[in-house]
């Protein structure tokens, strides 16, 4: 069982470049989240998607877009890399309504000098 | 204030020791809540949902307080293989999104 595949699961970038992080899941799940984690810290929700071609803001949205025009992947750009979004970054999915569990992906390790 | 509080720790125990966490939260209209448990920044698993009646399962036992707005984790028995941070989530249902709390370190030593 695949479950949530994030890729690239390791990324350095220079501030400035842009970059896609994909996920995809194969569970039939209506919901979609990408989060990030600074050292120390809980996961923050950049922005989520509640079914396919939806998508909204979450905590910390600025400096990300994302877009989900297949129900099974969840797309996080970043068009302008800053240090500020050196972070680990988490895709998760869930059935149609919070009150059942995350599924998340492995995690992408992404720095930016 | 954070939606979500816990006590960021670290609690170091024996092994066999008790430990218990709370967590806190401020939106009264919170419905769903969870406990996860990650291993050194890797993902998040679930390790238990958290029912109103509270509920158990194995070593684990988690409790709700909707009056005072806050969840618990009790650990018994404590393996070394219990070492890791547990965060506790909390979800309004239909809201679309979950919020996690900052994580509660343990360390369970020989």
């Known amino acids: 069982n695949a479950g949530v595949t994030q890729t690239p699961k390791f990324r350095v970038l220079k501030t400035g470049q842009s970059m896609t992080l994909l996920c995809a899941q194969d569970?039939?799940?209506?919901?979609m989240y990408w989060y990030r984690q600074d050292p120390g810290m809980g996961l923050r929700l950049i922005h989520y998607?509640?079914?396919?071609?939806?998508?909204a803001k979450g905590e910390v949205p600025d400096g990300y877009n994302v877009s989900r025009l297949k129900k099974q992947n969840f797309l996080l750009g970043l068009e302008s890399a800053a240090p500020s979004q050196t972070s680990v970054y988490f895709c998760a999915s869930s059935y149609g309504v919070t009150d059942r569990p995350l599924h998340f992906g492995n995690g992408t390790r992404l720095t930016v000098t | 204030r954070k939606e979500v509080e816990q006590d960021p720790g670290p609690f170091n125990v024996p092994e066999g020791a008790t430990v218990a966490f709370n967590c806190t939260y401020s939106?009264?209209?919170?419905?769903?809540f969870f406990w996860y448990r990650q291993d050194c920044r890797k993902e998040p698993k679930l390790l238990m949902s958290v029912y109103s009646s509270g509920n158990e399962d194995g070593r684990f036992t988690a409790q709700l307080n909707r009056a005072s707005q806050y969840i618990s984790l009790l650990i018994r028995d404590s393996k070394l293989s219990d070492s890791a941070t547990y965060l506790c989530?909390?979800?309004?249902?239909?809201?679309?999104?979950?919020?996690f709390g900052d994580g509660t370190t343990l360390t369970v030593k020989p």
């Open positions: 939106n009264s209209a919170s419905q769903s």
């Open positions: 989530v909390v979800s309004i249902t239909n809201a679309g999104k979950s919020t």
């Open positions: 569970m039939n799940h209506e919901y």
């Open positions: 998607s509640v079914g396919e071609g939806t998508t």
